[in-house]
């Protein structure tokens, strides 16, 4: 298998499916998908690849879910562009959506989109009881005890950067988030407890590679191939795993992390290979 | 029974089990709880009553839900009052949470009570059916066909006032949100279909009549009673009952709507009496 094919071929199915949740509804759903289009789909594609790997056989169960985490992502950009938080006029390769509509709109369409993710965490009358910790694992994550928190965390100043802090900002900005997904995947598949906590620990390791790279991106990486802003962090005095450990430890630490998860991936068996190729791109990604 | 002992005693219970989940837990909890103090505590007062009138025995069933809708509103309120929204400096008697903390810590507060509030509505492992009923019914009442609709309305500009326009911001920006407040209590408490229906349409009324007194206030009302900034509408010009029909076909349509809500409760007999004396509190108020 490819990994690029693989995820253009399912990135295109939760394209699809958001297209179904946002077009010919009222002006403000419009508004709401600008913010929406473009994305990679990492979220969403790590549930249904976790949702697949567990034996899930019918897409229709994880799609509304995957597509609920892609507007709670993207509510999350939307917010972290504002003026007064990042301050990013640039996002998935066009204006941001306070440069396209203005700050209050903006705002509103943030809200919407994450306040419209539990309409689709909810969506149907079939698996409530797995859909109910579904939602209560979300609200977790995205709340005051974990996005919320980190980014609360990542806008304060600090007189030097150190690796708890910056361990702290990772763990609650993004990891949990990316271990969250493929929880969701496993837990709508009716995967064992045991596994998913195992899928769980495992996607805190690739989650906190992820924003690894995303850091070591900030410096390197080129702006036509993120879609957003390069340097960013540097100018807003971001702790960074390149600021906190130098660059060349930082993609040492970052091949670590995607050690540990592979790991873990491959002691689960055949099955979750899939994953293990999603941590070699996520470790490799140039966007 | 006298209505303001009433809705001090259950503001007291409210506030205790706010005091809860708020109280000895980071730092970003404390500044989220400052804009929580010193509300009226109307939605979850709302959501008990109903549950008590709904024959619900056990307060405990319902005053997380009750809770997670006092934080939503919240929420929205710090939302509103950005200088990017409504711009207003003063909130529940006191600095509101952009002039407290600055903007980006107001955004933050507001997103972490959004997703704290998900997090109260699916507290603990029983009621499953009803709570997973809750959580749908919440973010459909909240978001982009709700509050969050009905916001994006209120900061359009129109050519001139008219009362389409009008009813729909205040269908979509308030009384759907204080008829869910009724409808939840009335779910949890496992009412008949047929009285949820009906209960929720008394409270579309009730919604309406708060949203006109909102708007006849935002003109007669004191800023030391309101502890929010009167004249604000007009300021920003925003469309309001007495804008649309001028003042005195504004009360009389408030008495109107405060009739149309009384009839509905009367009919559904003596155990929803406590309903038609919200109605005229809501319909007197002075705050």
Redesign the interface.
Known sequence: MDIREYLESKRRIVDDALKKYFIN??L??E??HYSLERGKRIRPILAIASYEANGGKDIKEILPIACGLELIHTYSLI?DD?P??DNDDYRRGRESAHKKF????A??S???L??????L??EGDNL??E??RV??E???T???N????G??LD?QEYSRPNPKILRQIHYNKTAQFIALSIKVGAIIARADEKIIDTLTRAGIYLGILFQYTDDILDIVGKKEELGKTPQKDLKNKKITAPLVYGMDSARFRAQRYAQLARGIFTQLGARFEVFNQLTDFILNRTY
Request: no cysteine; proline share 2%; net charge neutral.
């Open positions: 509804r009222n403000f759903f508004v709401m917010h504002l007064a938080m203005g700050e209050a709109i705002i509103l943030g809200d919407g994450f306040a419209y993710a539990f309409e965490l909810t409530i009881e859909k109910y939602v209560r979300v609200a977790k995205v709340g005051p974990g996005i919320v928190y980014q609360f806008i």
